[in-house]
């Protein structure tokens, strides 16, 4: 397989996990358990924003980079790329334990994803 379709597929299965992610910590609605925490009913619009640019702005990004045959877009990907990596073993740090055990299935995948994705982007680089 070429190294921009795998790339490609890398973070589409980025998006992916998070929004698998998203559903996981859902998922206990359907078995009647409250989500709800104690709050005064104002969203902190700071961490959705941080949020939607981890999950899909960057993502987007990093394949619009994929698409280019530049340089400086290769560059941009791989730094984004590490950017990902980065966020996601951290997350699962702060994540992990979780009484959610759907997030040892997908917390862990998006640690190899992320690492995966900054690793081929780092030989494109070079390859270049």
């Given at each position: 397989?070429?190294?921009n379709?795998?790339?490609l597929?890398?973070?589409?299965l980025?998006?992916?996990?998070?929004?698998?992610?998203?559903?996981a910590?859902?998922?206990?609605?359907?078995?009647g358990k409250d989500?709800?925490?104690?709050?005064?009913?104002?969203a902190?619009?700071?961490?959705i924003?941080m949020?939607?640019?981890?999950?899909f702005?960057?993502?987007?990004?990093?394949?619009?980079?994929?698409?280019?045959?530049?340089?400086i877009?290769?560059?941009t990907?791989a730094?984004?790329a590490?950017?990902?990596?980065?966020?996601?073993?951290?997350?699962?740090?702060?994540?992990?334990?979780?009484?959610?055990?759907?997030q040892?299935?997908?917390?862990?995948?998006?640690?190899?994803?992320?690492?995966?994705?900054?690793?081929h982007?780092a030989?494109?680089?070079?390859?270049?």
């Amino acid at each position: 397989m070429k190294r921009n379709s795998k790339i490609l597929a890398l973070w589409l299965l980025t998006i992916g996990g998070f929004a698998s992610h998203s559903i996981a910590d859902l998922l206990p609605l359907f078995w009647g358990k409250d989500l709800r925490i104690a709050t005064d009913g104002n969203a902190d619009q700071g961490m959705i924003v941080m949020m939607m640019t981890l999950s899909f702005l960057l993502p987007a990004c990093g394949i619009l980079c994929t698409l280019s045959e530049k340089k400086i877009a290769k560059v941009t990907n791989a730094l984004l790329a590490a950017i990902i990596a980065l966020f996601n073993v951290a997350h699962a740090c702060m994540e992990l334990p979780s009484d959610n055990a759907g997030q040892y299935v997908v917390l862990p995948m998006m640690i190899v994803i992320g690492l995966l994705l900054a690793w081929h982007s780092a030989k494109d680089v070079k390859k270049q």
